[in-house]
């Protein structure tokens, strides 16, 4: 059982920059595959970016490349989510996910067993 939470949410100008953290805990982090997801009000739940439990593997959505950038550290059980130029649509709830024992990084809310409660991204002047 995995234990997720997320926190770097907050208010930005369009154009800036903020950085996710999700600490991850209860379990084998570093074998385990990371993603992060968002979610707009009355939209579904997309995928934004994963990445493997070696971090050799990455995939990001085609919104985002280029602009955010998913890395991990093992030794602090954390994975980050670096996002610049921040545009209006990127507001959001951002969800990181976890699912142990894997080897490639999923894109679909299926790929992944634990969640946490979110953190939200306001993209605003």
């Known amino acids: 059982q995995l234990h997720v939470v997320e926190s770097g949410g907050g208010l930005v100008q369009p154009g800036g920059s903020l950085r996710l953290s999700c600490l991850v805990s209860?379990?084998?982090?570093?074998?385990?595959?990371l993603g992060w997801f968002r979610q707009a009000p009355g939209k579904e739940r997309e995928f934004v970016a994963a990445?493997?439990?070696?971090?050799?593997?990455?995939d990001y959505a085609d919104s985002v490349k280029g602009r955010f950038t998913i890395s991990r550290d093992n030794a602090k059980n954390t994975v980050y989510l670096q996002m610049t130029s921040l545009k209006p649509e990127d507001t959001a709830l951002y969800y990181c996910?976890?699912?142990?024992?894997?080897?490639?990084?999923?894109?679909?809310?299926?790929?992944?067993?634990?969640w946490g409660q979110g953190t939200q991204v306001t993209v605003s002047s």
């Open positions: 996910a976890a699912e142990p024992l894997t080897c490639s990084p999923g894109g679909s809310t299926e790929d992944y067993r634990y």
């Open positions: 209860g379990g084998t982090f570093s074998t385990a595959t």
């Open positions: 990445i493997s439990w070696s971090g050799k593997q990455t």
